[in-house]
């Protein structure tokens, strides 16, 4: 019943009919929010903590003679996360993620709680006054918390903005904390469309995400896993219409100096000499060559006799894995034509081989990872060929063959084993336009896997442009490339579905990205880019 307006304050208590007691429960709790429902009665959502750490949502509504209680979910613990001594109480433990009703539609509410420890926001909906829910999630594999949904009040249904929130950065207390306010506002959609304004929109979006976020990688700057990302960097800034990340890149060169990684043999400590070198073609600054030449040259007077098994005793100082073909011979390729001695290019193509020979499957037309791999076995019983890896080397081959002169004589074994393995991984691709984590079981990891995916499509796209590859036969496969890649593009510019670190096939999930898998999404997109022009 309505008790009166504000001139009738103050209320008594006593004359308030109880929605829930907590002093009969001994089970403390916490009113979010109140709404009138369509038939005028009131409806209310709060929270009820058994234990501190465990809140639990309710939904009430007045049924006309009395109130009719039901739970809608558990709602985990306190949202507050710092850092504190394990002595120290959290000092707000009823601090729910929060719920709140929908007031124009007060069957539907919208609540935050925690998904893998970080809180989500998600919307419920009831067609029987709260006896049962249906859900579905509005934000989801989110770095930082969501908490305290807002309704929008007199919004039509589908109107959006509708629904707030607090994305936390930090909270530590209603006094202390730093947050920023979201929106369940559609975020852009790009297209998969091979046409230049699509493909310059979606790479830029990648780039400026990865370089916004580039503070947060806690690999060295020198470290493979960036270097990789270099080589995709440094192909967009070509084409974008900015120097910001031809500045960006030249910034992390000149604060290393261009050197290399610390490890004189460690091909992973090659890779970053990819971009040096490049800007020097571009710059002529004679910094940007010198530590690559130092280094090389060192190599390949001083060439490792280590051999590539790795059962074997002794440092393994040579390309004994496949990923090793992406990471160092494009350096050596490079510097063969930007000062015309063939000293580069004769040593790369002897250690190439010595790896071709060793790691290559003639009659899979696939490199294993390295000699642990030759009788591992698959789920399905079939040979264990990780999909990045072979994109590795498939991404790789593209370096060589642009450097490459046409009458030169190592070309035609470059060429043949590009043609064979375009015309393999073709094959192996997706339904989805996805390679697989494990090229021949994608059965046992079926979910995207982008740094693969991306690589191969690099590939595939240069094959087409270079003529080395049938239009015909390829571009299908190209096409449904790029649109797979560009679907794991989120609205804000993270790349997802990257597979972590490592060494073989791995499961994958939406949420993981990893700055070489950047790397290959935007070197796919130069290539591809092409294909539209």
């Known amino acids: ?27 403390r709790s916490w009113i979010w929010d109140i709404a009138l429902g369509k038939d005028g009665n009131p409806v209310m959502v709060y929270a009820v903590f058994p234990e501190e750490s465990k809140h639990i949502y309710h939904y009430a509504g007045w049924d006309g003679q009395s109130w009719q209680n039901n739970k809608i979910c558990d709602a985990g613990s306190w949202f507050p996360r710092f850092k504190k001594k394990k002595e120290e109480r959290e000092p707000e433990p009823h601090y729910s993620g929060g719920i709140i009703l929908d007031h124009s539609y007060p069957e539907k509410v919208y609540l935050s709680r925690p998904h893998n420890d970080i809180f989500e926001i998600e919307e419920w909906k009831t067609t029987d006054d709260g006896k049962t829910w249906e859900s579905k999630m509005l934000t989801e594999n989110s770095e930082h918390d969501n908490v305290r949904p807002f309704v929008v009040r007199n919004t039509k249904e589908k109107q959006q903005p509708r629904v707030l929130w607090m994305h936390v950065l930090n909270y530590r207390h209603y006094t202390h904390f730093f947050t920023e306010i979201k929106a369940n506002i559609p975020g852009p959609v790009f297209s998969d469309e091979i046409k230049k304004g699509p493909v310059v929109k979606v790479m830029q979006a990648v780039a400026d995400w990865q370089i916004a976020n580039f503070d947060k990688v806690k690999h060295h700057p020198l470290d493979w896993t960036n270097g990789a990302l270099y080589t995709g960097m440094y192909s ?16 992390i060169g000149r604060k290393y100096q261009w050197q290399p990684g610390f490890r004189m043999y460690h091909a992973d400590d090659f890779v970053v000499l990819q971009t040096w070198l490049d800007q020097y073609r571009e710059f002529k600054n004679e910094r940007m060559l010198d530590p690559a030449v130092a280094r090389t040259s060192w190599v390949i007077t001083h060439p490792s006799k280590s051999s590539l098994k790795l059962s074997e005793k002794g440092p393994h100082d040579r390309w004994w894995w496949c990923d090793a073909l992406f990471m160092a011979p494009p350096v050596y390729t490079r510097l063969s034509s930007i000062t015309g001695d063939k000293k580069y290019v004769k040593f790369m193509h002897n250690e190439y081989l010595a790896t071709y020979d060793y790691l290559y499957d003639k009659d899979e037309h696939l490199f294993f990872r390295d000699d642990r791999y030759f009788d591992k076995r698959e789920a399905n019983g079939k040979k264990v060929f990780w999909g990045r890896g072979n994109g590795w080397v498939m991404g790789g081959l593209v370096s060589i063959l642009k450097e490459l002169p046409e009458n030169s004589k190592y070309r035609p074994f470059y060429e043949k084993l590009f043609k064979e393995m375009a015309g393999k991984t073709a094959e192996l691709q997706n339904n989805n336009g996805y390679w697989s984590a494990s090229l021949l079981d994608p059965e046992s990891y079926p979910n995207p896997e982008t740094s693969s995916s991306g690589f191969i499509t690099y590939a595939l ?65 130069s290539e591809v880019i092409k294909l539209a022009e």
């Not at 019943?1 to 089970?27: H, R, S, W």
């Not at 967009?236 to 960006?248: E, I």
């Not at 036969?473 to 190209?478: C, E, G, S, T």
């Open 461 to 525: 796209a240069y094959g087409i442009n270079s003529g080395l590859l049938d239009q015909e036969k390829y571009l299908p496969v190209v096409k449904k490339g790029w649109k797979a890649l560009v679907k794991a593009v989120s609205p804000d510019g993270k790349l997802g579905w990257v597979q972590p670190i490592g060494e073989n096939p791995k499961n994958v999930i939406q949420d993981m990205t990893e700055v070489y898998g950047v790397g290959a999404f935007l070197l796919a997109g």
């Open 236 to 251: 967009w800034s070509l084409m974008a219409d900015t120097n910001k990340y031809t500045n960006w890149l030249l910034k």
């Open 1 to 27: 019943n309505l008790i009166g307006d504000t001139t009738a304050l103050p209320v008594n208590q006593n004359e308030v009919p109880k929605v829930y007691d907590g002093t009969k429960t001994l089970v």
